[in-house]
């Protein structure tokens, strides 16, 4: 806890700035930093700093999430410069699922989810977001094949990795092409983890939209199943509660299963090409994760 603005923050004049008391560091990593500020009033708000390919998040709130009345913390101040893009923003709660690692909340937060993908999907089916913004947040079945097809080329693995992007090769283009044939479009957070679903009032509300686009998997679901393993919670009531929200469906929770496993592999196909081309020149040693992330396909696809 700190009573001085921090550094970066020091050239920024936000007027709000000047009622601040006191600074929490809650988050401190090489693409964002976040603070808890506590105003005179006894109020607390969010102090964000994004740098590299997080300053985004501000377009996303207001280009993607805002059309498609989706739910998001209120955004107070904004501004952009060359060292990154800061932003005073609602604090919509202290704890996070990290904080309240409960069964219950892993359940509301499969719940929370389901809603949010019904939602935005059919929002977009109205034509709540423009043809070109939907075309400039949508991921294609064909760049996550392109992207595989990358890796696969890429001298980066060992032999055994190889192996497995290769097998991966073999299954995943024709999958990737059923699922958005066969799919509507809707909205993926792609870190739907935890550390970014605050539990407040017995309800869960999301955070941290930098990275969210537009596309047709589940890798947000397979990411939250994967950490209620961790945890030894049942996955089964977890998939379950995902598939009792949507009112509305034409699949069985069979056809959600498969479909939750082919969401991880769009999101390790994604996020091990975003370690190459970009995460391992900002985030020192980031490309230590891949090996386990090979090792999770590999599971996948046995």
């Known amino acids: 806890m700190i009573i001085e603005k921090p550094y970066k923050w020091k050239s920024i004049q936000f007027d709000i700035l000047n009622d601040v008391v006191k600074w929490e560091v809650l988050r401190e990593w090489s ?49 952009k410069s060359d060292q990154g893009t800061f932003t005073i923003m609602e604090d919509i709660g202290k704890n996070t699922l990290e904080h309240k690692p409960l069964e219950r909340y892993y359940m509301l937060a499969s719940q929370k989810l389901a809603k949010l993908h019904d939602q935005a999907s059919k929002n977009i089916q109205k034509g709540y977001l423009s043809n070109d913004r939907l075309q400039h947040y949508s991921i294609s079945e064909n760049t996550f094949i392109e992207e595989l097809l990358y890796l696969k080329q890429h001298s980066f693995f060992s032999n055994h990795e190889k192996q497995v992007i290769n097998k991966l090769t073999e299954i995943f283009p024709k999958q990737i092409k059923n699922l958005y044939h066969e799919s509507t479009p809707t909205l993926i957070h792609n870190d739907y983890y935890p550390k970014n679903l605050i539990v407040a009032d017995e309800q869960i509300k999301v955070i941290d939209w930098s990275n969210a686009y537009i596309s047709n998997h589940l890798g947000d679901l397979y990411g939250l199943i994967k950490e209620a393993k961790h945890l030894h919670f049942c996955p089964d009531s977890i998939l379950q509660a995902y598939y009792n929200e949507i009112k509305e469906r034409n699949y069985s ?31 020192t040693g980031s490309e230590n994760w891949i090996k386990g992330m090979i090792t999770n396909i590999k599971n996948l696809i046995e």
């Not at 105003?39 to 300053?55: D, F, P, V, Y």
């Not at 496993?261 to 190459?276: E, K, R």
Request: net charge positive.
């Open 253 to 283: 929770l069979t056809e959600l299963y498969r479909n939750v496993q082919l969401g991880g592999l769009c999101w390790y196909i994604h996020s091990i090409t975003w370690v190459l081309d970009y995460g391992r020149s900002v985030i």
């Open 31 to 79: 693409l964002s930093n976040v603070h808890r500020i506590t105003l005179t009033s006894g109020k607390t708000m969010i102090a964000k700093w994004s740098g590299g390919n997080m300053i985004r998040e501000t377009d996303i709130y207001n280009n993607l999430l805002a059309p498609l009345k989706i739910e998001r913390p209120i955004i107070n101040e904004n501004f």
